[in-house]
């Protein structure tokens, strides 16, 4: 078991503010449980489904892969706030033993989305695909919910946006293994899916068998009910500005990134015109990711060290908003490289000081997990607003050009939010 001492508290371990540093090895299984959630989550969105729903209705592929995107990320507006406020009430004990709140909900998570996978790989029908990707979202954000939890729980502030770095990368590489995987190696859809839910499973389940949960006494768990649930899941934006700001920023820029990456695939076949679509996919995945490791930790070190955030975020807008107007100009292959490279360096900022910069302005320590889950659905509602806005861009609005300065412009706002936060420099 890897664990972390902590300091003495008047509040139980679950919910002191953490003091002390976490080891490498707890970081490195985070990381590899993380990776394992964003293959689930991204190889599924950008290579398996497309090449899915084209086999079933070619002629309606852009309409048809709008519709299933939104009820994934449908599911997911509700299962990870909900996830998460389950999570922090969590108080299980098996033989006389109390157990931890938070990885009950990461083994579960990623048993059921594997076992979701696999009955996903088999539907062929639109409806059977959008309900399977529906559960397997549902499933993959309760996984998602404990996880997000992990930093503030256990990361000292001085320390957030480094972890935090090395946490947000597999939100890229994810992709890219998934897409080697299931472009190089499982080059079947049904084997594609099946090997994305074995690795689910192998790299998700050691963070939950091998790292310290801290158990949740009785007497600190909030109340359980459903009016409480409900309730709880308003954060007044009036009590707690700082947050409402957060979310925004998140919101705005992470709906810039569903316009501009969901269409990827069906940009390099319809308006690059590229000979092989599928390779050219993955050589843009490979520079992004490259692009995004070069920075993402860097920045987050930095950031931790000055003890700044909001120039991070800013600039990490600019720079993407630049790599979607190259995109929107000049619609080729060469144009799509440095793009690729460009949007990585700036999310990989994003990624690593974001997520430091919301663990600091969290309402309350006995609520984290759900008040990351709202901050999630920041993440999660893009791709159900992105694909409603996407499709009718592309196919009656002006297509690619438009949809990529709209990416520019939405990003350029998301990151501006972020002045408006003023507990956090």
């Avoid at 600019?318 to 190259?326: F, G, P, R, S, T």
Wanted: glycine letters at 8%; a positive charge.
């Amino acid at each position: 078991m890897t664990t972390i001492n902590p300091t003495p508290t008047s509040l139980p371990l679950a919910l002191a503010e953490p003091t002390v540093r976490v080891p490498r090895t707890w970081t490195t299984l985070l990381f590899a449980a993380n990776l394992g959630l964003w293959m689930a989550f991204f190889t599924p969105i950008q290579v398996l489904l497309p090449i899915q729903i084209a086999r079933i209705d070619a002629g309606a592929k852009e309409s048809m892969l709008a519709w299933v995107m939104a009820a994934g990320a449908l599911a997911a507006i509700i299962a990870n706030p909900l996830a998460g406020a389950l999570s922090d009430r969590t108080c299980l004990r098996i033989g006389g033993r109390e157990l931890g709140r938070r990885h009950a909900w990461t083994s579960g998570g990623a048993v059921l989305a594997a076992a979701g996978l696999v009955l996903l790989a088999h539907q062929q029908t639109i409806l059977g695909v959008a309900l399977g990707w529906a559960g397997v979202q549902t499933c993959l954000n309760a996984m998602l919910a404990s996880l997000t939890a992990a930093v503030p729980d256990r990361v000292p502030v001085v320390q957030r946006a480094a972890v935090s770095g090395w946490v947000g990368i597999p939100q890229s590489l994810g992709l890219v293994v998934g897409a080697v995987l299931t472009t190089a190696v499982f080059t079947g859809l049904i084997s594609g899916y099946i090997a994305i839910a074995i690795a689910l499973l192998l790299l998700g389940l050691p963070f939950a068998l091998r790292t310290t949960d801290d158990p949740l006494p009785r007497s600190h768990r909030p109340p359980l009910s459903i009016r409480t649930l409900l309730t709880d899941m308003w954060i007044s934006p009036r009590r707690h500005p700082d947050f409402a700001w957060a979310w925004g920023t998140r919101f705005l820029v992470q709906l810039g990134n569903a316009l501009g990456t969901l269409y990827l695939l069906y940009f390099l076949t319809d308006g690059v015109h590229h000979p092989d679509p599928e390779t050219g996919l993955l050589v843009l995945i490979l520079l992004y990711t490259a692009g995004m490791m070069a920075t993402a930790v860097v920045s987050g070190r930095i950031s931790d060290r000055s003890g700044r955030r909001k120039a991070f975020v800013i600039w990490s807008g600019v720079e993407m908003a630049v790599a979607a107007l190259i995109l929107a100009i000049w619609p080729t292959f060469p144009a799509a490289i440095v793009a690729a490279i460009l949007l990585g360096g700036g999310y990989g900022v994003y990624l690593a000081v974001d997520a430091a910069l919301i663990t600091e302005v969290l309402p309350a320590a006995t609520n984290r997990a759900k008040d990351l889950g709202v901050i999630n659905i920041a993440n999660a509602a893009p791709q159900v607003l992105g694909p409603l806005l996407s499709a009718p861009i592309v196919i009656h609005l002006g297509g690619y050009p438009t949809l990529y300065v709209l990416t520019a412009v939405v990003t350029l706002l998301g990151s501006a939010f972020v002045l408006k936060i003023r507990a956090v420099r």
